[in-house]
């Protein structure tokens, strides 16, 4: 594989369930970044991670979950899905944080559907 | 707050040249991003800039202005391929991107 990979590609969710969406990199960047995308609105940072063994919260935290167990993986869970989760989610990854110059790369996205 | 603005939609002819305009108010400054977003794609990036000035990337060029907090995106010799969202991003004071809504460009033949 060659940069970003995000599974799955879409998924239609009943409200309450739990749910996983996996995010793996093979550049070897150090900072990863979970945004999502709705319609009319910029993207939103939700997670990101410094630093494998480090996260941090971004805009909207509330109901998402990460963890950065490595410098490749960076699942999101949302524990228990609401329709307002509806949304593409997009992974990213670049070399760093704290570097102005530090271009993100994204992954295709997860379409989510949250009934 | 932090605010990016953006136009909506646009609509060009192929082969004009087409600016989108960004204008916004963030707390502090570490750089001005500009992504295109193919529909149901991923944004890939297209420039940056952190000094003041035009920044020429083949049919793409990119301007900043810190003391207006105003960028722009021009392109040139339009492609239908160039029929996509530009995403307007602007680096805050804690390395984070903020976001505007995009700019919808339309190009007709």
Known sequence: IAGITQAPTSQILAAGRRMTLRCTQDMRHNAMYWYRQDLGLGLRLIHYSNTAGTTGKGEVPDGYSVSRANTDDFPLTLASAVPSQTSVYFCASSDSIGQGSDTQYFGPGTRLTVL | ?109
């Open chain 2, 1 to 109: 707050g932090q605010n990016i603005d953006q136009p909506t939609e646009m609509t060009a002819t192929e082969g004009a040249i087409v600016q989108i305009n960004c204008t916004y108010q963030t707390s502090g400054f570490n750089g001005l991003f500009w992504y295109q977003q193919h529909a149901g794609e991923a944004p890939t990036f297209l420039s940056y800039n952190v000094l003041d000035g035009l920044e020429e990337k083949g049919r793409f060029s990119s301007f900043l202005s810190r003391s207006k907090g105003y960028s722009y995106l021009l392109l040139k010799e339009l492609q239908m391929k160039d029929s996509a969202s530009y995403l307007c991003a602007n680096m805050d004071s804690n390395y984070q991107l903020i976001w505007g809504a995009g700019t919808k460009l339309i190009i007709k033949p």
